[in-house]
């Protein structure tokens, strides 16, 4: 089968398309004729070899996959061939079909594209579980959102807003706090401005933001922090900014906050009944027009290396979504 495969760690030019063996599902595993991949930053540290897993090389990157189901290995129930599916894994997805275990498996509603279908399972998982079951963000609270117009970010937005929460969105440009406006952020603020704590204590009253979801890191953090409300709960989703911040534990003592950590991937291993209810609210919504999926562009599989080259320059808005067969053209 055909794949967009990593030979040797670097950066994603060096991705080169290939072949790999035809997959064949065992006991207790699917195999996933897919149709659509999403592309996540953690893609990036993979074949970087910055991801806590390696992978034996050569292997095809890809964590976030839709299609449907081609076959079943034995003792597999609940599942047919023709189902609409979706799964999150650890790589992979950069190709036409993938053998996963049953239980990482979720179903997808009719009429869910398959663009969309790839695009929720990690950025939107990661939002919900972060924001619902970490940080038990309740209506009328302030929510700020660092990184707000990529992939997550942009997941955290509109789910702050379906959760009735008044949403801050911070990112790094106007155009980028556009989209934010677009998908329903409440007020906007410029992170790379020098006075953006000011600008957050003058949009909170003073008071600060009482949950804040930070997938950036970096020296955004500690202002951040600092602009939590007392008893907030700071959620610290992932350091896209390359740098793990070392802020002054004093200031979660002083404001009485929680610093939570989220490791939605780990959760979705240990937790599976949680992780399987948490997607299927998540796909609930968007049958119902809830919630609509901000997927930016889409691309061919083989142009896999340009996708990853946007998210690492951090151009992207949203996400953005390999298809591998070819579904729609490139846009």
């Not at 070899?49 to 003792?75: H, T, W």
Request: hydrophobic share 45%.
């Amino acid at each position: 089968m055909k794949a967009m495969l990593c030979h040797a760690y670097g950066p994603p030019s060096a991705l080169r398309p290939g072949e790999l063996p035809d997959p064949v599902p065992g006991p207790g595993e699917v195999l996933l004729r897919v149709e659509a991949c999403g592309v996540n930053f953690p893609d990036l540290l993979l074949i970087e070899g910055r991801y806590q897993q390696k992978p034996p090389l050569p292997f095809a990157p890809g964590g976030e996959v839709s299609g449907r189901v081609a076959a079943l290995g034995e003792g597999v129930d609940g599942f047919r061939p023709g189902d609409r599916v979706a799964a999150l894994m650890t790589h992979g997805g950069f190709a036409e079909a993938v053998a996963l275990p049953a239980e990482a498996v979720v179903p997808v509603p009719e009429g869910v594209a398959p663009e969309v279908a790839a695009a929720v399972c990690l950025a939107y998982g990661t939002a919900l579980h972060a924001l619902r079951d970490r940080g038990a963000l309740q209506p009328g609270e302030t929510l700020l959102v660092l990184g707000a117009a990529g992939g997550t970010g942009l997941a955290a937005v509109q789910l702050g807003r379906l959760m009735g929460a008044r949403v801050i969105a911070a990112a790094g440009s106007a155009a980028r706090l556009e989209a934010c406006r677009a998908e329903g952020a409440d007020a906007l603020l410029d992170y790379n401005a020098p006075d953006w704590r000011d600008q957050l204590k003058a949009l909170t009253g003073g008071r600060g933001a009482d949950v804040v979801f930070d997938p950036v890191g970096g020296a955004y953090t500690e202002p951040a922090l600092r602009g939590t409300a007392w008893r907030g709960r700071y959620l610290v989703v992932g350091f896209a900014a390359g740098e793990i911040p070392r802020p002054p534990l004093n200031l979660a003592l002083l404001k009485g906050c929680a610093i939570t950590g989220v490791f939605f991937g780990e959760f979705a291993r240990r937790e599976r009944a949680a992780y399987r209810a948490l997607l299927a609210d998540l796909f609930g919504w968007i049958a119902e027009g809830k919630l609509r999926p901000h997927v930016s562009r889409t691309l061919p599989l083989e142009r896999a290396p340009e996708a990853l080259e946007a998210l690492a320059a951090r151009q992207a808005t949203g996400k953005l979504v390999l298809l591998t067969h070819a579904a729609a053209p490139a846009r």
